[in-house]
Protein backbone atom coordinates (compact mmCIF):
# COMPACT_ATOMS: atom_id res chain seq x y z
CA UNK A 1 0.00 0.00 0.00
CA UNK A 2 1.58 3.20 -0.88
CA UNK A 3 0.04 6.49 -0.27
CA UNK A 4 1.41 10.44 -0.81
CA UNK A 5 0.73 12.66 2.48
CA UNK A 6 2.33 15.67 4.23
CA UNK A 7 4.10 15.46 8.00
CA UNK A 8 2.32 17.12 10.34
CA UNK A 9 4.52 15.75 13.34
CA UNK A 10 7.67 14.84 14.16
CA UNK A 11 8.71 12.64 16.97
CA UNK A 12 11.48 10.40 17.46
CA UNK A 13 12.32 8.55 14.68
CA UNK A 14 8.62 8.41 13.83
CA UNK A 15 6.16 10.97 11.90
CA UNK A 16 2.52 11.24 11.72
CA UNK A 17 1.87 12.20 8.39
CA UNK A 18 -1.98 13.22 7.08
CA UNK A 19 -2.84 11.17 3.81
CA UNK A 20 -5.95 11.01 1.78
CA UNK A 21 -7.95 7.82 2.68
CA UNK A 22 -9.10 5.75 -0.15
CA UNK A 23 -12.50 5.67 -0.74
CA UNK A 24 -12.22 1.59 -1.17
CA UNK A 25 -10.90 1.64 2.35
CA UNK A 26 -13.48 3.82 3.68
CA UNK A 27 -14.65 1.43 6.51
CA UNK A 28 -11.16 -0.93 7.22
CA UNK A 29 -8.70 -0.05 10.14
CA UNK A 30 -6.28 -2.81 8.52
CA UNK A 31 -3.53 -0.12 7.74
CA UNK A 32 -3.63 1.85 10.80
CA UNK A 33 -5.89 4.63 9.75
CA UNK A 34 -8.60 3.64 12.59
CA UNK A 35 -10.83 6.22 11.85
CA UNK A 36 -13.64 5.30 10.07
CA UNK A 37 -14.78 7.48 6.51
CA UNK A 38 -13.05 8.82 3.89
CA UNK A 39 -11.14 11.94 3.94
CA UNK A 40 -8.64 13.12 5.04
CA UNK A 41 -6.65 11.58 8.21
CA UNK A 42 -3.32 11.00 10.12
CA UNK A 43 -1.22 7.58 10.39
CA UNK A 44 2.24 7.07 12.33
CA UNK A 45 5.07 5.97 10.44
CA UNK A 46 8.63 5.31 10.31
CA UNK A 47 10.79 8.59 9.80
CA UNK A 48 13.84 6.90 7.33
CA UNK A 49 14.95 9.79 5.85
CA UNK A 50 14.27 12.42 8.53
CA UNK A 51 10.98 14.27 6.77
CA UNK A 52 10.11 17.47 8.40
CA UNK A 53 7.10 18.90 9.34
CA UNK A 54 5.77 20.61 5.89
CA UNK A 55 7.39 17.76 3.67
CA UNK A 56 5.12 15.83 1.15
CA UNK A 57 5.96 12.42 1.62
CA UNK A 58 5.91 8.83 0.07
CA UNK A 59 4.17 6.48 2.92
CA UNK A 60 4.55 2.47 2.36
CA UNK A 61 2.90 0.19 4.58
CA UNK A 62 2.99 -3.53 4.46
CA UNK A 63 1.48 -5.39 1.21
CA UNK A 64 1.43 -8.84 2.63
CA UNK A 65 -0.69 -7.49 6.09
CA UNK A 66 -3.25 -5.56 3.68
CA UNK A 67 -3.53 -8.93 1.59
CA UNK A 68 -3.95 -11.16 4.78
CA UNK A 69 -6.47 -8.54 6.07
CA UNK A 70 -8.37 -8.66 2.70
CA UNK A 71 -8.37 -12.15 3.38
CA UNK A 72 -10.09 -12.38 6.03
CA UNK A 73 -12.32 -9.61 5.62
CA UNK A 74 -13.97 -11.07 2.10
CA UNK A 75 -13.00 -14.60 1.69
CA UNK A 76 -13.61 -15.99 5.26
CA UNK A 77 -17.25 -15.23 4.94
CA UNK A 78 -17.76 -16.69 1.63
CA UNK A 79 -16.19 -20.08 2.81
CA UNK A 80 -18.53 -20.36 6.47
CA UNK A 81 -21.68 -19.21 4.36
CA UNK A 82 -20.12 -22.40 1.65
CA UNK A 83 -19.66 -24.52 4.69
CA UNK A 84 -22.87 -24.03 6.18
CA UNK A 85 -24.77 -24.95 3.59
CA UNK A 86 -22.54 -28.09 2.99
CA UNK A 87 -22.57 -29.09 6.62
CA UNK A 88 -26.91 -28.00 6.39
CA UNK A 89 -27.27 -30.88 2.99
CA UNK A 90 -25.14 -33.49 5.26
CA UNK A 91 -27.72 -33.23 8.27
CA UNK A 92 -30.70 -32.23 5.74
CA UNK A 93 -32.25 -36.34 6.38
CA UNK A 94 -32.09 -35.81 10.42
CA UNK A 95 -34.61 -33.09 10.05
CA UNK A 96 -37.20 -33.36 7.39
CA UNK A 97 -39.46 -30.41 7.94
CA UNK A 98 -36.49 -27.86 8.34
CA UNK A 99 -34.11 -26.49 5.62
CA UNK A 100 -31.04 -26.46 7.83
CA UNK A 101 -28.74 -25.86 4.65
CA UNK A 102 -30.44 -22.31 4.76
CA UNK A 103 -30.52 -22.18 8.63
CA UNK A 104 -26.74 -23.50 8.81
CA UNK A 105 -25.68 -21.13 5.84
CA UNK A 106 -26.96 -17.97 7.26
CA UNK A 107 -25.67 -18.90 11.16
CA UNK A 108 -22.52 -19.99 9.86
CA UNK A 109 -21.92 -16.25 7.99
CA UNK A 110 -23.19 -14.46 11.18
CA UNK A 111 -20.61 -16.10 12.87
CA UNK A 112 -18.11 -15.45 10.25
CA UNK A 113 -18.98 -11.54 10.64
CA UNK A 114 -18.82 -11.61 14.19
CA UNK A 115 -14.97 -13.05 14.15
CA UNK A 116 -14.76 -11.18 11.25
CA UNK A 117 -15.55 -7.45 13.41
CA UNK A 118 -13.82 -9.22 16.38
CA UNK A 119 -10.10 -9.20 14.48
CA UNK A 120 -10.60 -5.80 12.74
CA UNK A 121 -11.44 -3.60 15.99
CA UNK A 122 -8.11 -5.77 17.14
CA UNK A 123 -6.06 -4.84 14.22
CA UNK A 124 -6.98 -1.40 14.23
CA UNK A 125 -5.44 -0.87 17.69
CA UNK A 126 -2.23 -2.51 16.51
CA UNK A 127 0.78 0.07 15.61
CA UNK A 128 1.15 0.54 11.95
CA UNK A 129 3.42 -0.68 9.22
CA UNK A 130 4.20 1.65 7.59
CA UNK A 131 7.65 3.29 6.18
CA UNK A 132 8.18 7.08 4.68
CA UNK A 133 10.50 6.23 1.90
CA UNK A 134 10.81 9.28 -0.15
CA UNK A 135 10.42 12.88 0.50
CA UNK A 136 8.76 14.37 -2.87
CA UNK A 137 9.53 17.53 -4.16
CA UNK A 138 7.57 20.74 -3.71
CA UNK A 139 6.59 20.76 -7.58
CA UNK A 140 4.88 17.65 -7.11
CA UNK A 141 1.64 17.58 -8.19
CA UNK A 142 -1.56 15.19 -6.49
CA UNK A 143 -1.17 11.59 -9.16
CA UNK A 144 -4.47 10.58 -10.54
CA UNK A 145 -4.97 7.89 -8.65
CA UNK A 146 -2.69 6.15 -5.92
CA UNK A 147 -1.92 2.30 -5.20
CA UNK A 148 -3.52 1.07 -2.53
Excluded: W
Excluded at 68 to 90: C, H, T
Amino acid sequence: MEQVGLVVEVKDDKAIVAVQRHDVCSKCGACGVAISGSGETQLEALNKVNAAVGQTVRVVGDTAYVLKVSFIVYLLPIIALLLGIYVGQQLEGYFAALRMDIILGVAFLLVSYLMVRAYDRRAARQPVKATIVEIIPETYSKPEDEKC
